[in-house]
């Protein structure tokens, strides 16, 4: 009898984990990193990744190292990064193509050639500086030695930390967990250097340490709102663009005829009000063609839009105070069917790691950044292939392309007109609207309808004025939370200001430390 129980526990127990090893799943067997860390406060980093990719077929892994952060003060800092090479298990040179967007550069190995399943190892060589900061007298090191943003789950991670002539960190500090957490979970080797070592990490979990050094170690601080270092591919490109500036030097009169006759194109137009968006345009597709650029104003206005069709709900969790701004969290209330592909996927990203609720200020930073970055390149995209933007295929002569590849053309400048006329209704002051004899009566609904709309379009100041001593409460039943000093100007002033620095391409970090997620480095990432 005890025979058969022990037999059946072991097959309760073993069973499971081999069927979940032979799923398909992907997950991080073991993330090593050494980081060595100099007077001249750069950081060498190699980090050894033994990633499984289960029976899936993959070209390889991306891993996106931040270099924009914004921490909880408004400060921004600027790092400079280069990618020194990567080998595999065997030391042979692994294909690696940088590209830097969204705040990150974003190193994708793998040959797109090919594909590998299994276990692979992937050691990958970089820089980061300077990555020290000065706090009470003294260098301080806040590391994420393991990002918040890698999407499988990480069984064993590592971090080694060096400093010349045999310089320790002070008062150290490891946390562990998801963006925020302040649980202290690591476990110290005691060696030297030491080593700090974590275990059965989930996606969206990281690893950051903390720490003194002694004052006078390092020679020049990480400062806030300074420029970015410059890195030697910098000084290739400077080279190349100089070259290429003294041998088409005509070009630039080309370029300064295509913006002369794109502003006569806008000018010939007559500009009447448009009551109703432009149809068969997104709301990012008429915040772009207003002003020939996508940014975090766009994906604000496509987050509410969203909002207001029903398929998430704003609640607002804290008002806003005179120290502090607002705070809210988004739920999830009903899956993404029906909406665009770009809407889709900035629902995806936004939910990836939860049940249906988020707080705004813990979204994941770096995959908000590159679904934002994918986002704007499909908005240019689609403007182009709907013909309101000028095509090397579409223009026979080489002048012409030069005039229109990238600019408005006269398709464009038309519906340009349109867009600006719906701006014009949208923005329109109190004393002027008698001039609109046929404008829709200000509603509630409307309110809500539109408000997407003028965020794009930078006029949501102005279309909130228009409905002030409107009850706009009942109709907004995208929205929830205090209701305190409510108003359409202050919600919308509260939800742009609050939801546009977490769509922005800045990775949050702690100014003082003391959580994981709050550091310098990290990221994240996953296969592709």
Known sequence: MKRWLAALLSLLIFVPASVSAQSGSEQILSFDSKIHISYENVADVVETIQYDFGSRSRHGIYRDIPIDYTDTNGDVYRLAVEHKGTVDQSNHEVQAQTTKSGGNLRIRLGDPDKTVTGIQTYKIHYTLRPLITEKNGRGFLNLDAVG???????????ATLVFDNNVSLAEPQCFVGAQGSTEQGCL???MFPPRYTASNLAPGQGMTLNGYLPAGYI???LQPNQKRPLTKD?????AVVGIVALSFVSVFGVLGLRQWRERRRKKSQIIIPEYEPPKDLSVGEIGHLQDDISNSREITAMLIDIAVKGYIKIEQTKPKKFFSK?????HKLKEPKGLTSDEVSLVNAIFQDTTGVVEVNKLNRSTMASTTTQIYSNIKSSLKTKGFYGSFKTEPNIIEKLLDNGNISDEGAKMWAKVEGFKLYL???EKDRLKFSDAPEKTPKLFSKMLPYAIALGVEKEWAKQFEGIDIQKAATWYTGSYAGFSAASLTSNLNSSFA???SSNTSVSSSGG???GGFGGGGGGSW
């Open 427 to 429: 923005s329109v002051v």
């Open 234 to 238: 910098d000084y290739i490109l400077f």
């Open 148 to 158: 918040t943003g890698w999407e499988v789950p990480i069984q064993r991670a590592s």
């Open 501 to 503: 620095p977490v769509v």
């Open 219 to 221: 020679a020049n601080y």
């Open 188 to 190: 110290v080797q005691e």
């Open 326 to 330: 607002a705070q809210y969290s988004l």
């Open 515 to 517: 959580s994981s997620g």
